[in-house]
C-alpha cells in the first residue's frame, strides 16, 4: 500500500507521511519519557539552564581538540544553528591556552547559488559566522591552521579527502523543522522514490554532495536567519553526507526547542530509541550509529498539547 502523502510538500517525503499511530505516540511523550528512551548507543541529557547546555556544547569542542596530537590529529564536526556556543569555545581555548596546532574542523554544511557556495562575505554564510563567532577571536599563537579548517564548497573533493586524515571525534549538530541533521534532508517522493523514500542504507552511502532543500527547511532558515524572507534563502546547499556522520565516533544533537517544536524533538527521540529508522525523517537513521546523544535544554522541551493563543 502507498504511505501517505506529505501535508507540507506533498511532491516530497517527511514525517507526515509516518503511520499516526507512531506519530500520535511521539506527541504523548513526557519530558521524563524522554529520558526513559536511553539505551546502549543512545544517550538523552537534560540541561536545567542555558548556560549549562551551552557551557557543555562548548565543551565538546574542548574535549575533541585535546585528543589531537602529531601522530594522531583530531577534530570537531560543527554546526551553524545553533550558534551561542562558538564564542565560548574561543573564549575557553584562549583561557586554557590550548594550542590547536594539531585540531582539526569540519564546517557542516554551506549555501549553493548558481552551482557554487556562497562567498565569505554573503550576509548567510555557515563560514562566515564560524570565522566571526569562534575562529578569530581565538588568540594568533593559539590557532590551527589554515589547512585544518575544512569548509564544504560545491567542488566537494577536497572536503571528502580531508576526513582521510583525521579523526573526528564528534559531529555536533542542531535538528531542523524537518528532522535532519546538517541538511541531509528527506529526498523528493519521484523516480525510483516515488512509493517509498531510501532504505537506511541507500541513505547512508549518500557523500557529502549538494542537495535541495526541503521547502520547510528554506521557511525555517528565514524564520530564524532572515527575518522570515523566504525569496532571500538559497534552496540549495551542500551538506556533510551520512558517510562522514558514520565516521565520526560521536554524534551530538543539540536541541534547547528554538530550531524544531517540542514534537519533533519528541518524534526523533523515540524513533532512534526503539530503532525505527525511516529516511523521511532522516535524524531517524542515527538509530544506526553506535554513539549518540540528544542534549535537550529542559525548560524548552515543551508539550504537545493544544493551547489555543
Given at each position: 500500500m502507498s504511505r501517505k502523502k506529505s501535508i507540507l510538500a506533498p511532491d516530497w517525503w517527511d514525517y507526515?507521511?509516518?503511520?499516526?499511530?507512531?506519530?500520535?505516540q511521539a506527541a504523548s511523550l513526557t519530558a521524563e519519557d524522554l529520558l526513559g528512551l536511553s539505551r546502549p548507543g543512545f544517550n538523552v541529557v537534560f540541561y536545567e539552564t542555558l548556560e549549562d547546555f551551552y557551557l557543555a556544547e562548548a565543551l565538546e569542542y574542548i574535549y575533541a581538540w585535546k585528543q589531537a596530537t602529531p601522530d594522531r590529529p583530531a577534530g570537531i564536526?560543527?554546526?551553524?544553528?545553533?550558534?551561542?556556543?562558538?564564542?565560548?569555545?574561543?573564549?575557553?581555548?584562549?583561557?586554557?591556552?590550548?594550542?590547536?596546532?594539531?585540531?582539526?574542523?569540519?564546517?557542516?554544511?554551506?549555501?549553493?547559488?548558481?552551482?557554487?557556495e556562497v562567498s565569505d562575505n554573503h550576509p548567510l554564510s555557515f563560514k562566515k559566522a564560524d570565522l566571526d563567532l569562534c575562529f578569530n577571536r581565538i588568540n594568533a599563537d593559539l590557532r590551527m591552521p589554515q589547512s585544518n579548517l575544512h569548509f564544504p564548497k560545491a567542488d566537494t573533493r577536497d572536503y571528502i579527502d580531508s576526513w582521510q586524515h583525521a579523526r573526528c571525534v564528534v559531529m555536533q549538530g542542531g535538528q531542523g523543522e524537518?528532522?535532519?541533521?546538517?541538511?541531509?534532508?528527506?529526498?523528493?517522493?519521484?523516480?525510483?522514490?516515488?512509493?517509498?523514500?531510501?532504505?537506511?542504507?541507500?541513505?547512508?552511502?549518500?557523500?557529502?554532495?549538494?542537495?535541495?532543500?526541503?521547502?520547510?527547511?528554506?521557511?525555517?532558515?528565514?524564520?530564524?536567519?532572515?527575518?522570515?524572507?523566504?525569496?532571500?534563502?538559497?534552496?540549495?546547499?551542500?551538506?556533510?553526507?551520512?558517510?562522514?556522520?558514520?565516521?565520526?565516533?560521536?554524534?551530538?544533537?543539540?536541541?534547547?526547542?528554538?530550531?524544531?517544536?517540542?514534537?519533533?524533538?519528541?518524534?526523533?527521540?523515540?524513533?532512534?530509541?526503539?530503532?525505527?529508522?525511516?529516511s523521511s525523517v532522516p535524524m531517524s537513521l542515527l538509530s544506526d550509529h553506535p554513539n549518540v546523544q540528544f542534549n535537550y535544554f529542559r525548560p524548552g522541551i515543551g508539550s504537545c498539547a493544544v493551547e489555543m493563543h
Amino acid at each position: 500500500m502507498s504511505r501517505k502523502k506529505s501535508i507540507l510538500a506533498p511532491d516530497w517525503w517527511d514525517y507526515t507521511t509516518l503511520d499516526d499511530e507512531l506519530l500520535n505516540q511521539a506527541a504523548s511523550l513526557t519530558a521524563e519519557d524522554l529520558l526513559g528512551l536511553s539505551r546502549p548507543g543512545f544517550n538523552v541529557v537534560f540541561y536545567e539552564t542555558l548556560e549549562d547546555f551551552y557551557l557543555a556544547e562548548a565543551l565538546e569542542y574542548i574535549y575533541a581538540w585535546k585528543q589531537a596530537t602529531p601522530d594522531r590529529p583530531a577534530g570537531i564536526c560543527g554546526p551553524i544553528g545553533p550558534t551561542e556556543q562558538l564564542p565560548l569555545v574561543a573564549r575557553l581555548v584562549n583561557e586554557l591556552k590550548l594550542d590547536l596546532t594539531h585540531a582539526h574542523f569540519w564546517g557542516m554544511d554551506e549555501w549553493i547559488v548558481d552551482g557554487k557556495e556562497v562567498s565569505d562575505n554573503h550576509p548567510l554564510s555557515f563560514k562566515k559566522a564560524d570565522l566571526d563567532l569562534c575562529f578569530n577571536r581565538i588568540n594568533a599563537d593559539l590557532r590551527m591552521p589554515q589547512s585544518n579548517l575544512h569548509f564544504p564548497k560545491a567542488d566537494t573533493r577536497d572536503y571528502i579527502d580531508s576526513w582521510q586524515h583525521a579523526r573526528c571525534v564528534v559531529m555536533q549538530g542542531g535538528q531542523g523543522e524537518i528532522k535532519h541533521w546538517a541538511f541531509n534532508d528527506p529526498v523528493r517522493r519521484s523516480g525510483a522514490y516515488l512509493n517509498a523514500p531510501p532504505t537506511l542504507e541507500e541513505y547512508k552511502s549518500l557523500n557529502t554532495r549538494v542537495v535541495e532543500l526541503h521547502p520547510s527547511t528554506i521557511t525555517q532558515n528565514a524564520r530564524t536567519s532572515g527575518g522570515g524572507v523566504v525569496t532571500g534563502v538559497p534552496t540549495q546547499a551542500v551538506t556533510v553526507g551520512p558517510v562522514q556522520t558514520w565516521m565520526a565516533e560521536k554524534v551530538s544533537i543539540w536541541q534547547a526547542g528554538m530550531h524544531d517544536n517540542p514534537f519533533g524533538m519528541r518524534l526523533t527521540a523515540i524513533m532512534i530509541s526503539k530503532g525505527i529508522a525511516d529516511s523521511s525523517v532522516p535524524m531517524s537513521l542515527l538509530s544506526d550509529h553506535p554513539n549518540v546523544q540528544f542534549n535537550y535544554f529542559r525548560p524548552g522541551i515543551g508539550s504537545c498539547a493544544v493551547e489555543m493563543h
